[in-house]
């Protein structure tokens, strides 16, 4: 047997186990938002990343500057709420824990982030949560630069959430000690998101 054949063997034997309950896996990769995809004509000039909230002074991060910090990679499954499931994603970019280094000290009590996006998109998402899972800042996609539809030029990505968490073209970040719904959140969508309890909907 190929050494591919093998690896394709052992992809299909331990994908039964990776999906959750009412997800199917897709090869391709759905494009999934509301409102339009932005573009950016010069993305040193438009595009930064403000962070306010519960720490000692807000920052912000030119498109340079963000570009500069060290950044680590992380292979994940994602899951759709609307039920397709993607395998072995792979992202580049800056991880939570590494952001907290080159940002001024959160206030005791911070547990919560809201990912602000462009044309208004939030979600929340628990500080602890963010850490544990290693959730990345990430702006590349199979060893390539986002493409426009799936984030450009940064989005977050959750880990073992559903994907709605993982908020494209991504502006903000505010760091809080009170939760506060994100946009599907708030439309219904169940705060936690774990795909293995099938936490679609808030009264899931
Ligand atoms: N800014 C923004 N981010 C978003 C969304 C959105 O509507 N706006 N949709 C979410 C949902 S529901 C999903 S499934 C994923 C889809 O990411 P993809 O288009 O790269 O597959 O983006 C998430 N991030
Ligand atoms: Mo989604």
Redesign the pocket.
Same mark, same amino acid.
């Given at each position: 047997m190929s050494d591919a054949f093998q690896e394709e063997e052992r992809t299909i034997q331990s994908a039964a186990d990776r999906i959750p309950p009412g997800q199917y896996v897709t090869e391709k990769?759905?494009?999934?938002?509301?409102?339009d995809v932005p573009h950016y004509a010069n993305i040193a000039q438009e595009w930064d990343l403000r962070i306010w909230g519960e720490l000692e002074a807000p920052f912000r991060f030119s498109f340079a500057a963000f570009r500069a910090l060290p950044t680590t990679s992380i292979t994940i499954d994602i899951h759709?709420?609307?039920r397709w499931s993607k395998l072995n994603t792979t992202w580049e970019g800056v991880s939570f824990g590494e952001l907290l280094k080159h940002i001024p000290a959160l206030k005791p009590g911070v547990q919560f982030v809201v990912a602000h996006? =462009?044309?208004d998109?939030t979600?929340n998402v628990p500080l602890k949560m963010l850490l544990e899972t290693d959730a990345l800042l990430a702006y590349r996609y199979e060893g390539r630069e986002l493409d426009p =539809?799936?984030?450009y030029p940064l989005?977050l990505i959750v880990p073992n959430k559903y994907?709605?968490k993982?908020?494209?073209?991504l502006r903000g970040l505010e760091f809080l000690t009170e939760d506060r719904l994100g946009?599907?959140e708030r439309y219904g969508y169940h705060n936690n998101a774990d795909p293995w309890q099938e936490e679609r909907y808030a009264d899931d």
């Open positions: 990769f759905p494009v999934l938002h509301y409102g759709c709420v609307t996006c =462009e044309q998109y979600a =539809e799936h984030g989005r994907f709605w993982s908020a494209k073209w946009f599907w």
